[in-house]
């Protein structure tokens, strides 16, 4: 009998399950949910993807969160040159936090605002133009709400999506790949029509109209909406495994259980 398991246990394995069938490419988990969720892949479904240590080197297993107990068993150097011909051929799919999210998919890290003066000032562009034209990305968002589901345009495009009005005549938009969307209410994709956003499942106790409510356009509802499928007693070993000091625990308010009262 599977044990109860929590709102962010859940949203792990929708994580873990973005990465499943990608082949032998990189796999960046940015996050604390992302990161474990991106380590559950290797170790359950998904093996032959690629993780490092964040610093210089393939590991064969994935390191847990906290501190290291011991050296992790290395399986190649990962070099910053190695890093980039990853990036640009294709080989990475990278799950992010955007700050902001539109329609289209395009996202921003950036700032609240105008870019010449906003309101917040985030991260800044980072990698995201380059990584979000050359692999696969997805995404995690922890609160979903029409504050990051913007109802028009995101205030500063840094992520590539999938508005016409953006790409010039010519221009190659094929590398451009938007997979997930995982929320704390919900799972999304781009599969409907001209890459339209659509929720995949729900997650326990939500329901379409609370998704709908809480994001600032329009979504698509298939046919046979299901319910997002939780942990089994084995992945919550592997979880436990990946995270010993439970901080997946403190991703959301009070650590909730994964189905809504």
């Known amino acids: 009998m599977t044990q109860e398991f929590t709102l ?29 969720g991106a380590g559950l892949a290797k170790l359950t479904h998904s093996p032959e993807l690629l993780m490092t240590d964040s610093e210089a080197f393939l590991i064969e297993d994935p390191i847990p969160l906290g501190p290291r107990t011991g050296t992790p068993a290395l399986s190649g150097c990962m070099s910053y040159a190695r890093v980039f011909d990853i990036v640009w051929s294709g080989r990475r799919h990278a799950m ?32 995201l133009p380059g990584n ?48 997930r969307i995982v929320t704390d209410l919900c799972i999304m994709d781009f599969e409907g029509p001209d890459h339209a956003i659509r929720v995949r499942s729900l997650h326990p106790g939500v329901t379409f109209d609370q998704v709908q409510d809480a994001t600032g356009f329009p979504l698509i509802r298939p046919e046979g909406l299901g319910e997002t499928p939780g942990p089994d007693d084995a992945a919550l070993a592997v979880i436990a495994s990946l995270d010993p000091k439970g901080m997946r625990a403190s991703v959301f308010k009070d650590n909730p259980p994964a189905r809504r009262s």
Not at 99 to 123: E, H
Not at 164 to 177: E, Y
């Open 8 to 36: 962010a246990e859940l949203v792990i394995v929708a994580c873990a399950d973005a990465f499943r069938g990608n082949g032998e490419i990189l796999a960046s988990g940015v996050g604390t949910l992302p990161r474990i």
């Open 96 to 127: 992010i936090g955007p700050l902001q999210i539109d329609r289209f998919g395009q996202t921003n890290l950036s700032g609240v605002g105008p870019y010449a003066q906003p309101k917040i000032a985030m991260l800044g562009m980072r990698g």
């Open 132 to 179: 979000s034209a050359n692999h696969i990305n997805s995404m995690f968002v922890p609160n979903h709400s029409k504050r990051i589901f913007v109802e028009g345009e995101v205030d500063i495009v840094g992520g590539v999506g999938y508005n016409p009005a953006r790409w010039l005549p010519g221009m190659n938009q094929t590398a451009v790949d938007l997979r």
